[in-house]
């Protein structure tokens, strides 16, 4: 079993800064696998940011030069460093495992708004 427990969320104005975190439990097998997704209102979940094979990094569009993640092996914890927050950032995040089959955190609300 696999455990995802996301936090760091909250509102930010326009223009600020938040860092989330993943932690992971259980039967992980390697952070590579280990990325963040989002859900606005309306819309369907969507990658943000991710490791791929070789521990490179995978961006959307929308956030390249704004967002970066990172990890922590030694805590099992994966981070989301988002800079620059616009109010179409405003989602649910979620934290995802994929190795095949897919785990997800319950998520953790964004809020960019003045």
């Known amino acids: 079993q696999v455990q995802l427990v996301e936090s760091g969320g909250g509102l930010v104005q326009p223009g600020g800064s938040l860092r989330l975190s993943c932690a992971a439990s259980?039967?992980?097998?390697?952070?590579?696998?280990m990325g963040w997704y989002r859900q606005a209102p309306g819309k369907e979940r969507a990658l943000v940011a991710r490791?791929?094979?070789?521990?490179?990094?995978i961006y959307a569009d929308s956030v390249k030069g704004r967002f970066t993640i990172s990890r922590d092996n030694a805590k099992n914890t994966v981070y989301l460093q988002m800079n620059s927050l616009k109010p179409e950032d405003t989602a649910v995040y979620y934290c995802?495992?994929?190795?095949?089959?897919?785990?997800w955190g319950q998520g953790t609300q964004v809020t960019v708004s003045s």
């Open positions: 490791f791929s094979s070789g521990g490179r990094t």
């Open positions: 995802n495992y994929n190795i095949g089959l897919n785990y």
């Open positions: 259980g039967s992980i097998i390697s952070l590579n696998a």
